[in-house]
Antibody, heavy 119, light 112 residues
């Protein structure tokens, strides 16, 4: 059974940093693009970014470019989202998701982890 | 990366069919077949319903179908059921440098 489990969320002050993790199981992690998607309270989905199978290609949404970094460790079946210079508008549930078809179609999602940026 | 345009809400009675539109440009929806649709119930993670414009993942009901014409993609739900009441989002690849993806603004489906 495919499982994605996010961790690392919490309360952080504006300007601070936080690192999210996503532990994958039930599939060959190194074969898939992985994504991060977020959802602010009461708002819609926003694509944060993705990373290819070997970590050599990473792409980001405009709102996080230069502040967030995606990485992965295939030996640990995990991907990460390093967030810095956090702003109140980064407050959201952050989801880890697998691209099952190499076309941006996200076939498995984690339950999400809440990040709150507030003083 | 502006959100793709979806109607805020669509409603229908049980058994009816409804269609949700997702309008973009020739740089995203109109130019590529990388359009997907997601269903999200309150407090839950999104679920993939359609990928690559019109393909259904294993386990998704055949009451859900997808299509595209020009810069507009569509999700049709036939034989509407109470359990279909949820938020629906489209997503598309964007041909920018570097490449990216964008979600639609979301549509609330209400079963009357």
């Amino acid at each position: 059974e495919v499982q994605l489990v996010e961790s690392g969320g919490g309360l952080v002050q504006p300007g601070g940093s936080l690192r999210l993790s996503c532990a994958a199981s039930g599939f060959t992690f190194s074969n898939f693009w992985m994504n991060w998607v977020r959802q602010a309270p009461g708002k819609g989905l926003e694509w944060v970014g993705n990373i290819n199978q070997d970590g050599s290609r990473k792409y980001y949404g405009d709102s996080v470019k230069g502040r967030f970094t995606i990485s992965r460790d295939n030996a640990k079946n995990s991907q990460y989202l390093q967030m810095s210079s956090l702003r109140a508008e980064d407050t959201a549930v952050y989801y880890c998701a697998r691209d099952g078809f190499a076309s941006g179609s996200l076939d498995y999602w984690g339950l999400g982890t809440l990040v709150t940026v507030s003083s | 990366q502006s959100a793709l345009t979806q109607p805020a809400s669509v409603s229908g009675s049980p058994g009816q069919s409804i269609t949700i539109s997702c309008t973009g440009t020739s740089s995203d929806v109109g130019g590529y077949n990388s359009v997907s649709w997601y269903q999200q119930h309150p407090g839950k993670a999104p679920k993939l319903m359609i990928y690559d414009v019109s393909n259904r993942p294993s386990g998704v009901s055949n009451r859900f179908s997808g299509s595209k014409s020009g810069n507009t993609a569509s999700l049709t739900i036939s034989g509407l059921q109470a359990e279909d009441e949820a938020d629906y989002y489209c997503n598309s690849y964007i041909n920018t440098s570097p490449p990216a993806y964008v979600f639609g603004s979301g549509t609330k489906v209400t079963v009357l």
